[in-house]
């Protein structure tokens, strides 16, 4: 990640790199008609880039990169010897497996390595400045003016399909290494060509006409409106795709062309008459909305139901309480069912659940389940008065479990925890008899935090004290 944040920056330099995925339609707009009459837009992408630019050149090509910009970008302190370090051992340390077996990748940039896009993009960028950007044919040329890329996709303008693979050619054999490829897609007469989510065509005098665009194999699959997300997380979604739509369609065709789309998407997703959250058409924004500084704190909350949404929101507005609630995505079906590693199985933490002291007191999974929210019930207490305590933790319900148990056995080696005060008051110099229960699961803090809450409040366990809402509260406000 360090060396993502310390290379990333290195692409404003870059003046074909996009920032914005529709400023080539702002280009476009920006021209003379005259200067793009006789032309065709056109847009080709690099086969396999990743893949195909090498790991010394890309080093080669971001050190030349920093070495021009150090000082006009957040170094963290480090020096340029630091850098080449990191990329080193970063690039040429990738492993991967396939089919039970480790391989070690030389070729190519790896994917899902943080650095790899921005690398990527660099050593494209240099071929591309040392032949594009260097020809005099092409200094103060259109075709310059135009050109634009997002990673591996690229918009161009070319009289013919001839002079836009000369172009493509041009870029490929600055590659020293010969390895870079370009499919061209260039329209016939009077037909669109496909960037990104756009749609572009330059007719003969030079107009531009542009247009929403999703790819025909794209199942047009978004947020749901059944979804378990917030009244005001679909509504921003619905709104994004009308405003999108309205931003790149050129005229009132095919504005009507692009919304139509993007009523398709969201009918498909469950919205009923998706216009009502068209308010570009209606109600003109002057900006973002900005809170005042009113002193307020933010409260994140895991979203439930809108009914317990507004009965929140309600309770804080009627009690005048200075905090502002933000309810965040709850469990969702793919954080409970789908799992990176499926065939794994849980194993208890000792190897051996026999040996165990944890396995045998829990009532599902295993000693090495992480990310728990647990109840801990005393054994030593009568049936009539159960002893509990309900608690959470992001390490293995092992570790937890062996603090507790340890706290029990010998109260005064952990004076702090509950089910050691409850056997040093209780049940003096007796052993530790204790059963653990897994209530819920999560990898995420304010998820646990706010199971943990609702069970103590649900369940009244009576070795719970009031330090616990302190720390819920800590994860729960953030203050601004």
Known sequence: ILTAHLI????????????????????????????????????????????????????????????????EVNTFGLHLED????????????????????????????????PSPPAAIIRLSTCELNSLYTDRHYIGNPI????????????????????????????????SDRNIKWDVDFPGKGEYTAFLDTEIMITEEGEVRSRYYRKPMNKGITLHYKSHHSESTKTAVARNYYKVAREVSSDTSQREYSLNKVDSILMKNGYR???????????????????????????CIPYTTKHDANRIRNYIKSRHIPVRPIFTPG?????????????????????????????????KGSCSTKGVVYEVTCGRCSENVKSTYIGETSRTLHSRASEHLRAASNPPSQPHNAIGQHYAVKHPNADASLQFRILDTSTRVLDRKASEAINIYIKQPNLNDKCELEQIVKYIVKKE
């Open 8 to 71: 990333t920056p290195l692409l404003k330099f870059l003046p074909m790199n996009m920032t914005n995925i529709h400023e080539h339609i702002v280009t476009l707009n920006n021209m003379e008609k005259r200067s793009l009459a006789g032309y065709s837009f056109y847009t080709a992408d690099v086969s396999a880039l990743f893949t195909n630019v090498t790991v010394d050149m890309c080093i080669s090509n971001i050190l030349d990169l920093a070495h021009k910009h150090w000082r």
């Open 83 to 114: 850098l080449k370090d990191l990329l080193e051992v970063g690039f040429t340390n990738a492993f991967f497996t396939f089919n039970q077996r480790l391989y070690w990748q030389i070729q190519g940039v790896f994917m899902g390595y943080c």
């Open 144 to 175: 310059l003016k135009i050109y634009s890329r997002y990673v591996d996709d690229g918009g161009f303008i070319a009289k013919t399909k001839e002079e836009a693979l000369r172009v493509c050619a041009l870029i490929a054999e600055a590659d």
């Open 273 to 299: 008459s998706p216009r009502k959250y068209d308010t570009s058409s209606t109600t003109r924004r002057s900006g973002k909305k900005k809170f005042s500084d009113d002193g307020k704190v933010t409260a």
């Open 331 to 363: 469990k969702t079906l793919k954080s409970t069912l789908c799992s990176s590693r499926p065939l794994d199985k849980t194993q208890c933490t000792m190897s051996n659940p026999d040996l165990c002291k944890v396995c045998p007191l829990t009532n």
